[in-house]
């Protein structure tokens, strides 16, 4: 069982600036490729980026990269987004997610636990 929390969501006018944060219980955290996704009001679930158990490889959305930075500690049971350069499309409810079985990092199905989400909200 892996328990996520997020935290540093907030509000940040267009241009700024937020780091977001997902701390994991449980010892096989690093074990796990780290997904974050979103979703804002009235539309589906999307993947952000993810990265892998080492911290070796990220992959990132289209719309993001450039803008967002996946990291992790493994030692502190965390990883992290961090986002510059925030537009109002970005503004959502951030989730990040364990995935432990494999499967296409990209999509929300290949997550097996999930927590429970912080609002970024950009205003322009």
């Known amino acids: 069982q892996v328990q996520l929390v997020e935290s540093g969501g907030g509000l940040v006018q267009a241009g700024g600036s937020l780091r977001l944060s997902c701390a994991a219980s449980?010892?096989?955290?690093?074990?796990?490729?780290m997904g974050w996704f979103r979703q804002a009001p009235g539309k589906e679930r999307e993947f952000v980026g993810a990265?892998?158990?080492?911290?070796?490889?990220?992959y990132y959305e289209d719309s993001v990269k450039g803008r967002f930075t996946i990291s992790r500690d493994n030692a502190k049971n965390t990883v992290y987004l961090q986002m510059i350069s925030l537009k109002p499309e970005d503004t959502a409810v951030y989730y990040c997610?364990?995935?432990?079985?494999?499967?296409?990092?990209?999509?929300?199905?290949?997550?097996?636990?999930w927590g429970q989400g912080t609002q970024v909200t950009v205003s322009s």
């Open positions: 990265i892998s158990w080492s911290g070796g490889s990220t």
């Open positions: 449980g010892r096989t955290f690093s074990s796990y490729t």
């Open positions: 997610a364990a995935n432990g079985g494999g499967g296409p990092y990209y999509r929300g199905f290949s997550y097996d636990y």
